[in-house]
Nanobody
């Protein structure tokens, strides 16, 4: 499967962005999906994840209540709605797909990665 992330940009603190990740190739609904981010000088971290049909989600503590992951399997797309953005959310955001139903934690369990989209939050 090929993944194409989009929607990043520059936003002021407190603002919102919606990232999209469009998938092509094999049937999208067989993949658990995740959004990761990597800030300069830091390791890549899992931001959130969603199961194959969207019934189960996971969020890292720092984004709970502000970010929402969703998916539309008919459109082969996963979304990340980011509200009340903070400067510490600045990073390159990546979407990833796993053949497992839902993967939390180990990035190595994700099989396919998008190219990343930059989110910059100014204070």
């Amino acid at each position: 499967v090929q993944l194409q992330a989009s929607g990043g940009g520059l936003v002021q603190a407190g603002g919102s962005l919606r990232l999209s990740c469009a998938a092509s190739g094999r049937t999208f609904s067989i993949y658990g999906m995740g959004w990761f981010r990597q800030a300069p000088g830091k390791e890549r971290e899992l931001v959130c994840a969603i199961s194959r049909i969207g019934g189960t989600t996971y969020y890292t503590d720092s984004v709970k209540g502000r970010f929402t992951i969703s998916r539309d399997n008919a459109k082969n797309t996963v979304y990340l709605q980011m509200n009340n953005l903070k400067p510490e959310d600045t990073a390159v955001y990546y979407c990833a797909a796993s053949t497992a139903a839902l993967v939390v934690g180990n990035p190595n369990k994700y099989d396919y990665w998008g190219q990343g989209t930059l989110v910059t939050v100014s204070s």
